[in-house]
């Protein structure tokens, strides 16, 4: 039955394309407006006509991106490829903010926008964490660490236990970045680059016929389907990569491995909030954003920041790594509660930090907001791919780009990912670092190639 709908839509395909006039083939169009294809379509607007798809309407309610906080970090040692990727980001992204700076008589774009600079905490069990003992040691940016119960006292004031260890890292434009704001401005330069964005618009087939793109849309708001025609074409559909691109490239369906994790937010009781004095606000507040590996096990490992304020009450959020599970439908995941065994692991989560950092909130004063599920899209050593796809002769065809297997790690590097793939495209290298090499080559072509031998 797929085989003959399949069939069915490629001879819908093959006649609108005889029939679609010439002008109708885009320079490169982009699939997926999250983080990765909004960024993508950014750095290649600045060469060339770009159309970015993105299947729901401007004010997201899923994909991997929702939300307004992730952890931004950096330890800023030369051979770390997180580092890099962040690093590479924020200048990336300062770029964006003078761009639509010199653009728009607003002028009001500012990094504080997208970047919320905060101490960045790790907690982590002695006896385990003798690597990351000895990684934390040898970083370049300032950072306090405390190994100890006395030092956890006199640096922090914060009950230590004995076995875990507390470091915190200070660094500009590491904390937390809101991934909506960096969504937003980003499709802001993509238009003053007299770029497309489409909303509603969603990639029902791709196929490559006779050198182009053919690709057929569906308009979510109106229920009209169209064809449009491209010479290059981003994929970065997040966890529907697999499924895009099956007749395409359908080793993406085994390369990629979308897991269900989980979101949980909390509020502190507000009188109980406001009576807190201003050394322990203090200390709230710095103590997020926070990756807490002091159990020493994978379930009980969490990460967690302040999201927003609301009515100036912080909104924590916490999720695990970890905390992963199947997947029955994609399209429904998005909407599935949080059970009680997934709100009590992250209220103890949130609860026991509390205590070790020893303010005086009680559990009665933790409050559950809200939480939703949402998606890691994983490959097997959790390194994301930016990379062309194979030709049926197994060759690279670099007139199409995959960003995929973002996971839990994508949203610092975001702008990093949206370069490399641009210069695939583009057939070029915008830097000359050997860490860009390295991050290219650990994330291209060569993991496809393993993979279908
Ligand atoms: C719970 C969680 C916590 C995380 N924490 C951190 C963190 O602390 N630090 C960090 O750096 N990173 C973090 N990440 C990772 C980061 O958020 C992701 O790597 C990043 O958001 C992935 O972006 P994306 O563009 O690949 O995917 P998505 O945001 O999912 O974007 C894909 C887009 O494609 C659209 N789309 C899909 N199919 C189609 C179609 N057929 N047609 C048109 N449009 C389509 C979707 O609607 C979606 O908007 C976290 C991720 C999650 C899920």
């Not at 905490?121 to 006395?150: C, F, H, N, W």
């Not at 995941?333 to 020893?358: H, P, Q």
């Amino acid at each position: 039955m797929k085989k003959a709908i399949h069939f069915c839509s490629t001879i819908v395909i093959l006649f609108v394309l005889s029939c679609a006039p010439k002008d109708d083939i885009h320079e490169v169009i982009i699939i997926g407006g999250g983080l990765m294809g909004s960024a993508s379509a950014w750095h290649l607007s600045q060469d060339a006509e770009v159309l970015l798809l993105e299947k729901q309407d401007s004010i997201y309610d899923s994909g991997s991106s929702l939300g307004q906080a992730r952890i931004a970090r950096s330890s800023n040692r030369g051979s770390d490829m997180w580092s890099y990727m962040h690093n590479t980001s924020v200048g990336e992204v300062e770029k964006l903010i003078d761009f639509l700076n010199e653009k728009t008589d607003e002028g009001g774009f500012k990094m504080s926008d997208i970047y919320t600079t905060q101490p960045v905490s790790y907690l982590g069990k002695l006896t385990i964490y003798d690597k990351l003992l000895a990684s934390l040691i040898r970083q370049e940016v300032d950072y306090k660490m405390a190994d100890t119960p006395a030092e956890g006292k006199s640096m922090f004031d914060v009950d230590l236990p004995a076995d875990v260890l507390l470091q915190r890292e200070y660094n500009y434009y590491s904390g937390t970045l809101n991934p909506e704001q960096l969504i937003n401005y980003l499709h802001e330069g993509v238009k003053l680059n007299k770029g497309q964005v489409k909303y509603n618009t969603e990639v029902k087939s791709l196929e490559k016929v006779n050198g182009l793109y053919v690709i057929e849309l569906h308009d979510n708001s109106n229920g009209v389907s169209t064809v449009l025609k491209a010479k290059q074409v981003v994929s970065a559909a997040g966890p529907y990569t697999g499924e895009l691109l099956g007749s395409i490239a359908p080793y993406f369906k085994d390369l990629i491995n979308p897991q269900r994790v989980f979101l949980a937010y909390y509020k502190i009781r507000k009188s109980i909030y406001e009576s807190m004095n201003e050394s322990d606000l203090q200390k709230l507040k710095d103590a997020y954003p926070v990756i807490n590996s002091s159990k020493g096990t994978r379930d009980g490992t969490f990460f967690s920041m302040i999201e927003y304020y609301e009515d100036g009450i912080p909104v924590i959020k916490v999720g695990g790594h970890f905390q992963r599970s199947d997947i029955e439908e994609m399209d429904k995941v998005w909407d599935v509660a949080l059970d009680e065994k997934e709100k009590d692991w992250s209220f103890n989560s949130t609860m026991g930090y509390f205590n070790l950092l020893g303010l005086p909130i009680n559990e009665e004063d933790l409050i559950y907001d809200h939480g939703y599920s949402c998606v890691y899209s994983l490959t097997d050593n959790e390194v994301p791919l930016v990379t062309p796809v194979l030709d049926p002769n197994g060759k690279e065809d670099n007139s199409m780009v995959v960003l995929g297997g973002m996971s839990g790690v994508g949203a610092k590097g975001a702008m990093t990912y949206g370069m490399l793939a641009a210069d695939i495209i583009n057939d070029r290298e915008s830097r000359t670092d050997t860490m860009y090499t390295h991050a290219r080559s650990v994330m291209g072509i060569s993991r496809l190639v393993d993979f279908v031998k």
